[in-house]
Nanobody, 116 residues
């Protein structure tokens, strides 16, 4: 079993920056893909960024050039650096932890609100 705890979400003004963190604990695997999804009110959950165990990065077109995903395997932590935030980035952000060939684990989510 893997537990994921996200943090870093808060209210920020348009143009501001935030860094989200996701700490994994429990049974930690070595060959794991991790990433971030988000879900805005009334919308479906959408992928924001993915980072594979081979360090292959994928970003949604809507966040390219503004968001960066990274991971520190020594700390079992995934990060999402978000710059130049826009109101449309407002959502609950969820991290996931995927052992290849199994179903992903999900965190509880952290709220990001971009508003003046």
């Amino acid at each position: 079993q893997v537990q994921l705890v996200e943090s870093g979400g808060t209210l920020v003004q348009p143009g501001g920056s935030l860094r989200l963190s996701c700490v994994a604990s429990g049974r930690i695997f070595s060959n794991v893909d991790m990433g971030w999804y988000r879900q805005a009110p009334g919308k479906e959950r959408e992928v924001v960024a993915r980072l594979t165990t081979q360090r292959i990065t994928t970003l949604a077109d809507s966040v390219k050039g503004r968001f960066t995903i990274s991971r520190d395997d020594a700390k079992n932590t995934l990060y999402l650096q978000m710059n130049s935030l826009k109101p449309e980035d407002t959502a609950v952000y969820y991290c996931y932890y995927l052992v290849i060939g199994t179903l992903p684990y999900w965190g509880q989510g952290t709220q990001v609100t971009v508003s003046s």
